[in-house]
Nanobody
Framework: VQLVESGGGLVQPGGSLRLSCVVS????????LGWYRQAPGAQRESVAQ???????NYQDSVKGRFTISRDDAKNTVYLQMNSLKPEDTAVYYC????????????WGQGTQVTVSS
């Protein structure tokens, strides 16, 4: 399975970014998908998940600001990030989520999001 994230960049506080992740080498539509992030010196953490039926779940710190979505025809999962804060600065990754709730695959290269004025 290959995971390719894109869409990161440098943005000012209050700005927006839309991340994309293309998943190849797997049946896409039957899996829960998740976005994760890792800030410098911190552990990787789950940000948002979306099930195969479209049910979503978010980390408390991003609720109301981030929206996860998926396009099964394109094998792509998205993360729309609005009202960005400096504490959102991290490398963002996507992954398939297993029935245990943990990531299934190795990690892609991620995409860097930097929120700074």
């Amino acid at each position: 399975v290959q995971l390719v994230e894109s869409g990161g960049g440098l943005v000012q506080p209050g700005g927006s970014l839309r991340l994309s992740c293309v998943v190849s080498g797997s049946i896409f539509s039957i899996f829960t998908l998740g976005w994760y992030r890792q800030a410098p010196g911190a552990q990787r953490e789950s940000v948002a998940q979306i099930t195969d039926t479209g049910r979503t779940n978010y980390q408390d710190s991003v609720k109301g600001r981030f929206t996860i979505s998926r396009d099964d025809a394109k094998n792509t999962v998205y993360l729309q990030m609005n009202s960005l804060k400096p504490e959102d600065t991290a490398v963002y990754y996507c992954n398939r989520v297993g029935s245990s709730g943990y990531p299934l695959d190795g990690w892609g290269q991620g995409t860097q999001v930097t929120v700074s004025s």
